[in-house]
């Protein structure tokens, strides 16, 4: 099983960027998946959820700014982040709590990482 973010880059203050992570392998069931971030010298911290019904969770410092939604038959989520900040930049990590083929539990799975970087 693996998680790939992309989407990061360089974007000036008041831009936008759409992250995307896709899980791959052998997955039976995706529960909830989100994002999360760190920030150099800092601890990772939530960033936004979903759940596998669609309802969703927010930091305070991204609500109305950031937007998440998942594309379950692509096993995908997606973060869109308008009026970005450079308190923003970041490593965006993607995270899914999930189920492997042929087992009952459900693990928790991390992508790699991608750099989001806004200038002032």
């Known amino acids: 099983v693996q998680l790939q973010a992309s989407g990061g880059g360089l974007v000036q203050f008041g831009g936008s960027l759409r992250l995307s992570c896709v899980a791959s392998?052998?997955?039976?069931?995706?529960?909830?998946m989100g994002w999360y971030r760190q920030a150099p010298g800092k601890e990772r911290e939530l960033v936004a959820t979903i759940g596998s019904g669609g309802s969703t969770k927010y930091a305070d410092s991204v609500k109305g700014r950031f937007a998440i939604s998942r594309d379950d038959a692509k096993k995908a989520i997606y973060l869109q982040m308008n009026t970005l900040k450079p308190e923003d930049t970041a490593v965006y990590y993607c995270?899914?709590?999930?189920?492997?083929?042929?087992?009952?539990?459900?693990?928790?799975?991390w992508g790699q990482g991608t750099q989001v970087t806004v200038s002032s």
């Open positions: 392998g052998r997955i039976s069931s995706l529960n909830e």
């Open positions: 995270n899914a709590r999930l189920q492997r083929f042929g087992s009952a539990k459900w693990e928790y799975y």
